[in-house]
């Protein structure tokens, strides 16, 4: 069967069995399709928020995940119709490939657990990836019988596709690059759905219409890349994606609360039945962390996050690359648990400073995790010459924002403080001096 005459891709002509997402966006349900987002793992989704914390500083972007994964189901059908022209990418997937990347766009955030990110950032032995999650979903119970009676497909391949692990198979290579690489369905969807909820216009501005349609296979045909019609349209994406980062993801507010829930995890977890945890929707885990948290420092994060009355942590202090290297240098990519080491000892060194008792958990330190944004580089194919350049060589909107900067320039090293005695802490004069002997004290190990 040839990829166009697929269902899915079929349903997107007919118009038929369509139900409709922002902005104004109609997706194709077929039978199959339907019978996998009814199940209750999927519909979970539903009562799982796309971005966690950001509406604590932007209101109306309370979108799940469940939208967002008919978002990036219905950019997988996309990318196929465009891709289905192309010889090479053709005879390198055939149908039975192609369904299987429909079901992981469909399936790829099923892992995902409330506030999955913040708390993955800090990268803890006992937080388990979003991605071995997932395969508990796909390859036992309803979706994995959806999957093997209605789509011929083995959940644990799909769980495969889904994971970190290998693919030296060329198809697997390019359904890797269409689900999670430079340009991938993931990306296009998030940053434009983001956006729109947020009320903000930075990740609508590229045309995703034009980048769809220049797709094609890159030179060594296993992974994606772009014609050089769609440059343009990458370049803003690439733009997008930095201004999400700096206005939306990483605003201060936002980057105050997430400080706050890892603080609270961080203490919590012991008292915490995780794998149960992780399983929950995200109004029953907000009560599971309230609940065990009584009687702990982790009870006041959380009841300024989730209470009656909203109380950030406010910004003491801010580092960037650019602006203080050597101390933002001291703080990016360290463990977490050395992160909270340096900011109890902060806490003791200010509280001699100024008089007045800071509690541990009343200073927070925010640095970039460990692990880097991925890097926005791919090749562009130009017809004309018949040859094939990299982005960042032609580009230089890319090349100033790759992926070092990217990361070093958007997230900054923040010292949150408790409301309580940000102005005493303020009025100190040698913060940095603080800061600095923090840091010296600390020991590695922590």
């Known amino acids: 069967m040839p990829i166009h005459d697929l269902p899915e891709i079929a ?12 902005p104004e966006l109609d997706v194709p349900l077929t039978p199959r399709v339907q019978r996998i987002i009814d199940t209750a793992a999927f519909r979970r989704l539903a009562h ?9 500083v932007y209101p109306a972007a309370n979108h799940t995940r469940f939208e967002h994964s008919l978002g990036v189901y219905r950019l997988a059908l996309l990318f196929l119709q465009q891709l289905s022209r192309d010889e090479r990418f053709v005879a390198a997937i055939d ?28 990268r803890l032995a006992e937080v388990p990836s979003h991605e071995s999650l997932a395969a508990g979903y796909l390859v036992e119970g309803e979706i994995a019988d959806a999957l093997e009676t209605d789509w011929q497909i083995d959940p644990h391949d799909l ?16 359904l890797s690059s269409m689900l999670s690489g430079p340009i991938d369905v993931d990306k296009m969807d998030y940053l434009q759905r983001d956006s729109l909820h947020a009320g903000v216009p930075y990740g609508r501005n590229f045309d995703q219409q034009r980048l769809i349609g220049s797709l094609c296979l890159n030179e060594a045909g296993d992974g994606l890349a772009i014609t050089d019609k769609g440059k343009t349209a990458a370049e803003m994406m690439v733009f997008a994606r930095y201004v999400m980062f700096s206005e939306v993801y990483w605003h201060h507010a936002v980057r105050s609360a997430t400080a706050m ?33 009584e009687g702990t420092p982790a009870a006041d994060l959380l009841d300024g996050l989730f209470g009656s009355t909203r109380r950030l942590y406010k910004r003491l202090a801010g580092y960037s690359l650019f ?33 007045e008792s800071i509690a541990p958990h009343e200073i927070l330190i925010d640095a970039p995790p460990v692990e880097r944004e991925i890097e926005f580089d791919f090749e562009v194919y130009f017809r004309k010459e018949d040859c094939y350049r990299r982005l960042r060589d032609i580009s230089p909107v890319v090349r100033t924002l790759a992926k070092e900067q990217f990361d070093d320039y958007v997230k900054r090293v923040r010292v949150f403080a408790h409301p309580r005695v940000v102005e005493p ?17 600390t020991p590695s190990e922590t």
């Open 11 to 22: 349903s997107l002509e007919s118009r038929q069995g369509l139900v409709r997402i922002p």
């Open 48 to 56: 799982i928020s796309q971005l966690g914390l950001v509406p604590l």
């Open 95 to 122: 149908a039975a490939t192609a369904e299987r990347f429909i079901a992981a766009a469909l399936l790829h955030d099923i892992g995902h657990w409330p506030f999955c990110h913040p708390i993955e950032d800090i």
């Open 159 to 174: 769980a495969n596709l889904l994971s970190a692990k290998s693919r030296p198979a060329l198809g697997s290579r390019v």
């Open 261 to 293: 829930l890892q603080r609270a995890f961080y203490e919590a977890r012991t008292r915490l039945d995780l794998p149960r945890l992780f399983r929950l929707t995200e109004p029953k885990l907000i009560a599971d962390l309230q609940k065990n948290a």
């Open 323 to 355: 602006e203080e290297p050597r101390i933002y240098q001291r703080f990016t990519r360290r463990p977490y648990p050395w992160l909270v080491g340096c900011a109890e000892r902060f806490a003791e060194l200010a509280t001699a400073a100024i008089g």
């Open 425 to 441: 802490l303020r009025r100190t004069p040698n913060i940095d001096d603080l800061i600095d002997a923090a840091i010296n004290q």
